[in-house]
């Protein structure tokens, strides 16, 4: 996707949020991991509006990034943070670990790794 029709679309998906974002409750700091549909690659970040943040991530999807190039799609992890400082060490701490580590902490939480959904990006119940 080139970058002007990329930032329009990106545009586009922040339109479409509007004030619902702060409705939802989703503009809080948070570090999360996505994967692509097969989990064979992780991607850590750090944002303050996880759900702006995954659109961006789809949009990017025909581009030739990182999330383009390895069809990064699915949220499979999330942690929250009142200070984005403290998001953003953890963000670093996690990019350090070796991947049998970040799968282990993602598996504590999410075993299935099954994409966690909008507007609540919260980790399935036992029951499901």
């Given amino acids: 996707m080139d970058p002007p029709r990329f930032a329009r679309r990106v545009t586009q998906l922040r339109h479409v949020l509007g004030a619902d974002e702060h409705y939802i409750g989703m503009k809080r700091n948070c570090i999360y991991i996505m994967s ?3 989990r064979t690659t992780l991607y850590v970040g750090v944002t303050n509006n996880l759900v702006r ?3 961006e991530h789809r949009a990017e ?7 383009g190039r390895y069809k990064i799609c699915d949220v499979i992890y999330v942690e929250y943070f009142d200070k984005i400082v403290d998001a953003i060490r953890r ?3 996690i990019k350090e670990y070796a991947r049998a580590r970040k799968l282990a902490l993602i598996m504590s939480r ?3 790794m099954v994409s966690l959904q909008p507007p609540f990006f ?3 119940t036992t029951n499901e």
């Fill in 36 to 38: 692509n549909k097969s």
């Fill in 53 to 55: 943040r995954r659109l």
């Fill in 61 to 67: 999807l025909a581009g030739d990034g990182f999330c």
């Fill in 91 to 93: 963000e670093k701490q």
């Fill in 110 to 112: 999410n075993p299935h």
């Fill in 122 to 124: 919260s980790f399935p």
